[in-house]
Structure formats: structure tokens, C-alpha cells
């Protein structure tokens, strides 16, 4: 299923506390080589830059460049690199609530279109939160991410909002249920014009990152992600 977000819809928009469940944080760096070489390596044309390919494991399966918040081998017991029939992917089994980061760079006014894939294997039936892609475009005066939720949700309906507040971004829910659960599912949003509705006003020129968030007892797969030019839709 492709969902392209060029606008948000505003269904059902809440105040919802969210718990921290496990983050990883693709972070853009201000400068500075490592960001660069990066992103040289993932990139394949310049209208779509590949942010992540999960093809650059370490020694232990473990995405190259990546870290724990508070336990970096705690996260490798969690989140490994897989290949199966030939498509390789993040899967995450078994998280806590860690966030883990990595920086890289890319331009949210010319390549607005963020894509990935992701398939659930186990939704635990009180779940709420499935799974995550924040896309943080922008930070407050204090540095703080503002970011934008794409949220997989276990029982809000596709296209709903929930408002966000303090330190908690607004989230919209792109997939929803279990009805995909084992397939792959992929997703399209315009990550700049949503960004724009939602904070009434545009993101900066450099991105600050990318996360992903496996919720508490769910077994899910992130597959590559990229983003491309509004030209190549």
C-alpha cells in the first residue's frame, strides 16, 4: 500500500501521552566529513538519496555508524541486519526503551519525498504504537528536534492526526491494524509539506534526522530508506 502525504488529514486530532519505546536516530550533522562520506556511499542519483540501505552491517550484524543512547551492546542483542531472498533489512526483536543515533545530511526543500518499508511479524495485542518513522526536520531554539510522527498504529485509522505537545511530536498514522502483519508494506509521504501544515512553517534547509521506533513487545523489520525529489514523483 503507498501512502503519499502531501497534506496531512486532520480526522482525529488529540492530546495523547506517547511512552519512549525504542528509537533509532539517523541525525544531520552541521558540518563535518563523516556526515558527507556517508552520504556519498548510500546516494544513487541526485534525485534519490538512499539516507540508510542497512547493507553496511559491523563485525556483529549491527548498522555501521549506529549507537546506543545509554548501551550500544544492549542494542545489538535487539537490532540486527538480515538478508532474506536478497533484500536486506533491520529487524528488531525483544527492544527496550533505547534511543540510538547516527548522522547524515539532506535537503527537506529539494528532496521532500521520504520513502521506506517495514513489516510487522508480531503485534502484541494491547499494542498501541506498532512502529515509527519520525522524520525531524528542523530544531526549536533550545536544539530539540521538531519532528513529524509517521506512526503505524494498532487501532487508529489510516490519516489520523494526534496532536503532539511538549517534547512529543505530532503523530500521523500511515498504516494501521493488523491486516498487513508479515507482508511488506510500503510507505510515501511529503515530509516537507507536512512538516509545513503541522507546524505552520517551513524546515530548515538541512535536516536534522531520521528515527525509527519499535514499540514494546513488536516484532518488526525496517526495510532501506530514501528520499527523493518532488521531480521524481
Not at 486530532?13 to 552541521?30: C, G, K, M, Q
Not at 519525498?113 to 533550545?142: E, G, M, S, Y
Not at 503523530?171 to 507546524?199: C, K, M, P, T
Amino acid at each position: 500500500m503507498n501512502h503519499l502525504h502531501a497534506y496531512v488529514k486532520t480526522r482525529a486530532i488529540r492530546l495523547l501521552f506517547v511512552p519512549t519505546f525504542v528509537v533509532f536516530s539517523l541525525i544531520a550533522e552541521n558540518g563535518g566529513e563523516a556526515g558527507n562520506v556517508w552520504a556519498v556511499r548510500e546516494a544513487g542519483t541526485s534525485d534519490t538519496l538512499v539516507l540508510e540501505s542497512f547493507r553496511h552491517p559491523d563485525e556483529e550484524g549491527f548498522p555501521q555508524g549506529w549507537q546506543g543512547q545509554t548501551s550500544t551492546i544492549t542494542a545489538k542483542k535487539m537490532y540486527t541486519i538480515v538478508e532474506e531472498d536478497g533484500a536486506v533489512f533491520l529487524r528488531a526483536q525483544g527492544a527496550n526503551q533505547r534511543v540510538y543515533t547516527r548522522r547524515i545530511k539532506w535537503n527537506p526543500h529539494t528532496h521532500p519525498i521520504l520513502k521506506w518499508r517495514w513489516r510487522a511479524r508480531t503485534i502484541p495485542r494491547n499494542a498501541t504504537v506498532v512502529a515509527a518513522v519520525f522524520a525531524n526536520l528542523d530544531t526549536d531554539l533550545l536544539l530539540i528536534p521538531v519532528s513529524t510522527k509517521y506512526v503505524w498504529h494498532a487501532t487508529e485509522a489510516e490519516g489520523t492526526v494526534i496532536e503532539g505537545g511538549l517534547f512529543r511530536p505530532a503523530q500521523v498514522v500511515v498504516q494501521s491494524g493488523r491486516a498487513s502483519l508479515g507482508e511488506w508494506v510500503e510507505e510515501e509521504v511529503n515530509a516537507y509539506e507536512d512538516f509545513l501544515r503541522i507546524h505552520q512553517r517551513k524546515p530548515a534547509l538541512q535536516a536534522w534526522g531520521i528515527s525509527l521506533l519499535a514499540g514494546p513487545g513488536v516484532e518488526i523489520d525496517f526495510g532501506p530508506i530514501e528520499v527523493q525529489a518532488a521531480t521524481t514523483r
